[in-house]
């Protein structure tokens, strides 16, 4: 018998950094509505090019942005081939530059991205979705995605209990977690449907009995588990339910995180990332009202830790892979693993 999950995991993890131009404007409203779908994945509407009223996919997880090929054909966009890297393969990718891309208040000029076919969204959500807008258009100003209202609001007022420093792995938004009492970094990803983490980081979990998965992505097929955990927590909030999945690709250990934190409203009723601070805050589903310790000091002005760098790679736009139109050496870069189904 078999079962199929949506999972979306490393939607536009691990692609190249460059940098676009981009400038964030004042608006008369600083909210948008989103759609939620499956109670985590995050869509709005904005404009890329010409085009306007589209769909996008809000994805944190995702640098740069990835549109469709459909959208790409009508921009009558053309670009050239990259080596990208997903969970377990190595794949091509086209990358083009967008002329144009509006979301609220946020505008982006000469953005480069990536080209993937998005109707496997189309079918499993039943819309139509233009894009995956990234961490290169969002990072333009602080903002809060509220899952009990239904809204992306861009310079919140206010404050969320909990706060923790961003650490950085390149241009990929991680944060300090506790697995089973242990520290370790994830990616804070908007686009994933559960935690998971990668058992090459987590030998301890390696022996844990789970319910056992084939999963597929671009690339091909691999090995997941689902297992409980002892304990999930961040800045001393418990995060609930403890059912995570466990990847066995071995081509993720060169990545300074050890997963994917998922941030869906499963979790968390309202998140926000602060990129004048380097802080992610949260409310957990299950909040009733108190603020541990751990959470005070983190949430502490000043308390902000320098971005986390591994291997030589650097926070900022003017690292990672070539910002070069015409093509050139890019094989280390990286890429997307879209949908990832699963089965018994």
């Known amino acids: 018998m078999q079962r199929f999950t949506v999972l979306f995991v490393l939607s536009a993890l691990l692609l190249c950094s460059v940098s676009a131009e981009a ?12 759609e ?13 090019g010409t085009l306007e009223n589209r769909r996008f996919i809000l994805d944190t997880g995702a640098y740069p942005t990835v549109i469709s090929p459909r959208v790409a054909k009508k921009l009558r966009l053309s670009g050239h081939k990259e080596a990208v890297h997903v969970v377990g393969h190595d794949i091509d990718s086209d990358v083009m530059y967008v002329p144009f891309l509006q979301l609220g208040p946020l505008k982006s000029q ?59 792995d390149g241009e990929k938004a991680c944060i300090d977690v506790d697995v089973n009492g242990k520290p370790t970094r994830l990616l804070l990803d908007s686009g994933a449907a559960d935690v998971m983490l990668f058992e090459q980081k987590f030998a301890e979990l390696s022996s844990r009995p789970g319910l056992g998965w084939t999963s597929a992505n671009l690339g091909g097929r691999f090995a997941i588990r689902q297992i409980r955990l002892k304990s999930l927590g961040m800045a001393g909030s418990d995060l609930g339910a403890r059912e995570v999945f466990l990847s066995d690709t071995d081509n993720m250990t060169s990545f300074a995180f050890a997963g994917l934190m998922a941030i869906g409203a499963e979790r968390f009723r309202r998140v926000e990332f602060d990129f004048e601070r380097q802080t ?9 009202g ?33 910002n070069d139109p015409s093509g050139g050496d890019v094989s280390g870069c990286s890429s997307p693993s879209t949908l990832i189904r699963q089965e018994r």
């Open 110 to 168: 000469h953005l480069r991205a990536v080209v993937k076919d998005l109707s496997v969204f189309d079918r499993d959500m039943g819309v139509q979705i233009d894009a995956m807008v990234g961490l290169d258009v969002l990072r333009q100003s602080r903002f809060r995605i509220d899952y009990r209202e239904s809204k992306l609001i861009f310079a919140a007022p206010g404050s969320l209990p909990f706060t923790a420093p961003i650490r950085w």
């Open 36 to 48: 939620l779908y499956k109670n985590y994945l995050i869509v709005v509407r904005g404009s890329i």
């Open 290 to 322: 108190r603020v541990s310790p751990v959470a005070r000091a983190a949430a502490t002005p000043g308390n902000v830790p320098p971005a986390f760098t591994d291997g030589g790679a650097q926070m900022g736009a003017s690292e990672g892979c070539p």
């Open 280 to 288: 992610f805050s949260w409310e957990p589903a299950k909040w009733k």
């Open 23 to 34: 400038q964030s404007e004042s608006s008369s409203s600083n909210a948008l509505p989103i």
